[in-house]
C-alpha cells in the first residue's frame, strides 16, 4: 500500500509540529510546508499517469487537445490553492486562505467559459 508511508510521515510530521509549536512557531509551519511538498512529490509520478490515461481516453473520443488541457489546468489550480490555502490556516492565516480560494474560483471560473461556450455552441446545432 503506497499510502502507508505518506500516513506514516505526516503523522511524524504532525507529533513534531505539536511539540515545535509551543516553542519554535515558525519552525513548526516551516516543518508543515516541507511535509506538505515532500509528499506532493512523492504523488506526483502518479498524477503524470492519470494524465497520460486521460489523454489517450481524449484521444479516442477525439477530445480537442485544448479541452483536455483546459480541464488539467482546472484540476491543477484547485489542487495547488487547496494546498496552498491549507498551508496558510496552519500558520493561522485563515484570512488569506480565503483569498486564495477566492483567487481560485475565479481562475477556475476564467478558464472554464471556452469549454462552456464550446458545449453552448455544440448545443444550438443540434436544436433546430
Given amino acids: 500500500m503506497e ?3 505518506v ?3 505526516a503523522i511524524v510530521a504532525a507529533v513534531m509540529g505539536i511539540v515545535l509549536k509551543q516553542s519554535k512557531p515558525e519552525v513548526a509551519v516551516l516543518l508543515s510546508i516541507t511535509v506538505g511538498a ?4 512523492a504523488v506526483l509520478g502518479k498524477i503524470g499517469s492519470v494524465i497520460d490515461i486521460l489523454k489517450q481516453l481524449a484521444g479516442r473520443a477525439q477530445i480537442s487537445d485544448i479541452y483536455l488541457a ?3 489546468k482546472i484540476v491543477a489550480i484547485a489542487y495547488i490553492a487547496d494546498f496552498g490555502a491549507q498551508i496558510c490556516r496552519d500558520a493561522g492565516e485563515s484570512a488569506v486562505a480565503s ?3 477566492f483567487a481560485a474560483k475565479i481562475l477556475v471560473l476564467v478558464l472554464a467559459v471556452p469549454i462552456v461556450v ?3 455552441e455544440a ?3 443540434l436544436v433546430p
Fill in 99 to 101: 483569498k486564495i480560494e
Fill in 3 to 5: 499510502i502507508m508511508p
Fill in 38 to 41: 515532500v509528499i506532493f512529490l
Fill in 7 to 9: 500516513v506514516g510521515l
Fill in 118 to 120: 464550446a458545449v453552448l
Fill in 70 to 72: 483546459t480541464i488539467l
Fill in 123 to 125: 448545443l444550438l446545432k
